[in-house]
């Protein structure tokens, strides 16, 4: 330490956030390492595995973490193939092809000594240019966050604690005639917004059926996919204030059903669109 | 021949229809073999590659010739990683996990000695069952498709021409101030629609940038993600009826831009949801 102090272990954990340390994965042996290790993370822990979206973010951190990887995440693709178990596991990383101005990469995250693949991934990254541009889409009129909000109702699953979030429109567990939700949505404590926590909130929406339905059927994300808007200096802006977080239901039938997500920040920038398709029981 | 007449090999190639040849791959050895080859398609060529779209189907075609696939598609994600050349490439398939109601297939087409990655691809199936279900997306209100229309204006580049268009709403080449179209659409000529040609017609619509800049610009389609809404009875009830085809664009920003459409079928039925992330030079 610069200053002469030692920090003792209990003030270093504060200092990092649970979200950090649920992503977390070991160092590469040197840069041509492309195997990682995680554990999973109690603080996300959702019903049957770990909160999807921190599956996401860990999948996405995986590539973020290679010294070769051009700037920033244009595409995230997760297949959810099998239940993650609790405890450790591998991320294999493989860079498919790379040019000047984008990058391809497929992950495997696999678990136990037979290497089961519990979740596969498809990573885009790619260089920002200066270039014509033009925002079309923009979010729907909201007023600004209330300046103080706590978590979603309820304490389960465990991740929930882990997000503040301010539901503007939607009534969830109601049989109401269509799924929309808005809300301001932010990291609980408070985080500056990355790539990777972006990938999280893309899965931390009440599950669209719920609003559908006003009783409990279990359901599992079985694919997600989340498109990155924004290049590092728009990311940077947004810090730690609340995004404004969309999401809608097209089609539920047949056992699946899909979820379409927009994810604002600061200056009416969209951040991330993101897609889903959710299986449920009955 | 059952009914002892051979036709010439010219009655053969006008009974099989131009995407189905673009699309063919050459059968398994056996039930595990998990190899199979194609070839690239003349008919079906755009600027410098394949029609991205036969491409997406050619891989989406790989997991339905699996044997122990579940019966139907859920989603299809491509990742562009290179210029596929003329000629053969290899399909590499995998199945990374199934279940009793969904199943992960993870594959890669490969060109040249040093088997170079030019796609891969995720690939979820599913087992469709009769639950609760609900349609909450509608199509927008738009007459009815006129009973005769042709292609495109225009017959570069040369996959245009197996697809009829008739353009409902959108000017092509204008600077707009906005990217939306929707259209009427069917492969041409006429070909019952299937899986492999609705992800197919996903990446058919007209680059949204040309909806927002008169002049020509290079672009590519670096990721293609689909999801497949209706099950096999709605297929097959759709026969060679065209679609009506949908697309917008939200962000053209720092050399990337996005596509989101959807693809609506007899009866309203939403078919499919599609979107894409797309670079362009300037």
Redesign the interface.
């Known amino acids: 330490m610069a200053n002469g102090t030692t920090p003792s272990a209990g003030h270093e954990l504060t200092q990092t956030h649970p979200f950090d340390r649920a992503i977390a994965l070991s160092a590469p042996q040197d840069a041509d390492s492309r195997l990682l290790r995680g554990v999973t993370s109690d603080d996300y822990w959702n019903a049957v595995g770990p909160f999807g979206g921190v599956t996401a973010a860990t999948l996405l951190n995986a590539v973020m973490r290679q010294l070769d990887r051009l700037p920033v995440p244009?595409?995230l693709?997760v297949?959810?193939?099998?239940a993650i178990r609790a405890g450790e596991f591998d991320i294999l990383v493989r860079c498919?092809?790379g040019?000047r101005?984008?990058q391809?990469w497929?992950l495997?995250l696999v678990q136990g000594s037979e290497r089961?693949?519990?979740a596969?991934a498809?990573v885009?990254c790619?260089?920002?240019?200066?270039?014509?541009?033009?925002?079309?889409?923009l979010p729907p009129a909201t007023p600004p966050p209330p300046p103080a909000f706590g978590a979603r109702p309820g304490d389960s699953p465990r991740w929930l604690r882990w997000y503040r979030e301010h539901l503007v429109s939607g009534d969830l567990y109601r049989a109401n005639d269509?799924?929309e939700t808005l809300s301001w949505i932010a990291d609980a404590p408070a985080r500056a917004l990355d790539y990777t926590s972006l990938a999280a909130i893309c899965d931390a929406f009440f599950p669209r059926i719920y609003l559908?339905?006003p009783s409990f059927?279990p359901i599992a994300t079985?694919?997600l996919?989340v498109?990155f808007?924004?290049?590092q200096a728009v990311m940077d802006e947004q810090g730690c204030a609340p995004v404004l977080a969309r999401a809608?239901?097209?089609?539920?039938?047949?056992?699946?059903c899909?979820q379409?997500g927009?994810i604002w920040g600061l200056g009416d920038r969209?951040l991330a669109?993101t897609?889903q398709?959710v299986?449920?029981?009955?």
Chains 1, 2 share one sequence.
Do not use: K
Request: aromatic share 10%.
């Open positions: 244009l595409s693709t297949s959810y193939a099998g498919l092809r040019g101005t984008t391809h497929s495997e089961e693949v519990m596969s498809l885009v790619g260089l920002r240019r200066d270039t014509w541009g033009v925002r079309e889409a269509h799924s559908r339905r059927v079985v694919t996919n498109y808007h924004a290049g809608t239901g097209q089609v539920f039938n047949e056992g699946f899909d379409e927009r969209l669109t897609h398709v299986w449920y029981r009955e």
